[in-house]
Protein backbone atom coordinates (compact mmCIF):
# COMPACT_ATOMS: atom_id res chain seq x y z
CA UNK A 1 0.00 0.00 0.00
CA UNK A 2 2.77 2.33 0.94
CA UNK A 3 4.47 1.85 -2.46
CA UNK A 4 1.20 2.70 -4.08
CA UNK A 5 0.69 5.74 -2.43
CA UNK A 6 4.42 6.66 -3.37
CA UNK A 7 3.48 5.92 -7.05
CA UNK A 8 0.75 8.01 -6.65
CA UNK A 9 2.36 11.47 -5.27
CA UNK A 10 5.40 10.68 -7.90
CA UNK A 11 2.53 10.81 -10.98
CA UNK A 12 0.61 13.47 -9.26
CA UNK A 13 3.91 15.82 -9.23
CA UNK A 14 5.20 15.05 -13.22
CA UNK A 15 1.67 15.56 -13.92
CA UNK A 16 1.67 19.10 -12.46
CA UNK A 17 5.46 19.56 -13.53
CA UNK A 18 3.98 18.90 -17.26
CA UNK A 19 1.67 21.34 -17.15
CA UNK A 20 4.01 23.95 -15.83
CA UNK A 21 6.07 23.43 -18.53
CA UNK A 22 3.34 24.25 -21.52
CA UNK A 23 2.44 27.03 -19.04
CA UNK A 24 5.74 28.48 -18.84
CA UNK A 25 6.19 28.29 -22.85
CA UNK A 26 2.65 29.97 -23.41
CA UNK A 27 4.33 32.95 -21.01
CA UNK A 28 7.37 32.95 -23.13
CA UNK A 29 5.70 33.12 -26.32
CA UNK A 30 3.18 36.10 -24.46
CA UNK A 31 6.43 37.95 -23.72
CA UNK A 32 7.71 37.68 -27.19
CA UNK A 33 4.73 38.77 -28.78
CA UNK A 34 4.31 41.77 -26.51
CA UNK A 35 7.97 42.78 -27.58
CA UNK A 36 7.47 42.06 -31.57
CA UNK A 37 8.13 45.36 -33.33
CA UNK A 38 6.29 44.62 -36.13
CA UNK A 39 1.98 44.64 -35.23
CA UNK A 40 -0.30 41.50 -35.92
CA UNK A 41 -1.87 44.25 -38.78
CA UNK A 42 1.75 45.39 -40.23
CA UNK A 43 2.52 41.30 -40.62
CA UNK A 44 -0.82 40.89 -42.38
CA UNK A 45 -0.01 43.84 -44.79
CA UNK A 46 3.32 42.39 -45.33
CA UNK A 47 1.76 38.94 -45.98
CA UNK A 48 -1.10 39.93 -48.21
CA UNK A 49 1.60 42.47 -50.60
CA UNK A 50 4.10 39.30 -51.03
CA UNK A 51 1.30 37.05 -52.59
CA UNK A 52 0.11 39.71 -54.68
CA UNK A 53 -2.82 40.23 -52.63
CA UNK A 54 -5.69 38.26 -51.51
CA UNK A 55 -7.05 38.24 -48.05
CA UNK A 56 -5.83 36.81 -45.07
CA UNK A 57 -7.65 33.87 -43.29
CA UNK A 58 -5.95 32.82 -40.76
CA UNK A 59 -2.69 34.84 -37.92
CA UNK A 60 -0.79 32.58 -35.55
CA UNK A 61 1.94 33.83 -33.40
CA UNK A 62 4.80 31.68 -33.04
CA UNK A 63 8.13 31.52 -31.49
CA UNK A 64 10.95 28.64 -32.44
CA UNK A 65 14.29 28.41 -31.91
CA UNK A 66 14.25 32.03 -30.35
CA UNK A 67 12.70 33.46 -33.49
CA UNK A 68 9.78 35.13 -33.56
CA UNK A 69 7.09 35.52 -36.42
CA UNK A 70 3.95 35.56 -37.74
CA UNK A 71 2.14 32.80 -39.54
CA UNK A 72 -0.15 34.13 -41.94
CA UNK A 73 -2.69 32.23 -44.46
CA UNK A 74 -3.41 33.97 -47.48
CA UNK A 75 -6.19 32.95 -49.82
CA UNK A 76 -5.88 34.42 -53.17
CA UNK A 77 -8.38 32.87 -56.23
CA UNK A 78 -8.55 29.27 -55.67
CA UNK A 79 -4.82 29.08 -53.83
CA UNK A 80 -4.01 29.80 -50.29
CA UNK A 81 -0.56 30.56 -48.95
CA UNK A 82 1.08 29.96 -46.13
CA UNK A 83 3.45 33.17 -45.18
CA UNK A 84 5.86 33.72 -42.54
CA UNK A 85 6.51 36.88 -41.23
CA UNK A 86 9.26 38.08 -38.87
CA UNK A 87 7.66 39.75 -36.08
CA UNK A 88 10.49 41.95 -35.43
CA UNK A 89 11.58 43.08 -38.81
CA UNK A 90 8.60 42.60 -41.04
CA UNK A 91 10.38 40.42 -43.68
CA UNK A 92 8.77 37.21 -45.49
CA UNK A 93 10.74 34.26 -43.94
CA UNK A 94 9.24 31.71 -45.97
CA UNK A 95 5.93 31.67 -48.77
CA UNK A 96 4.38 28.55 -49.88
CA UNK A 97 1.27 27.45 -51.90
CA UNK A 98 -0.59 25.32 -49.55
CA UNK A 99 -2.15 22.26 -51.49
Not at 2 to 29: P, Q, R
Not at 34 to 43: H, I, L, N, R, T
Amino acid sequence: MKNFVKSAVIAVSLLGLGSTAFAGDDYLEMQAQQKAKVSYDQAVANAVKAVGGGEATDVDFDVKFGKSYYEVEVAKGYSKYDVKVDANTGAILSKNIDD
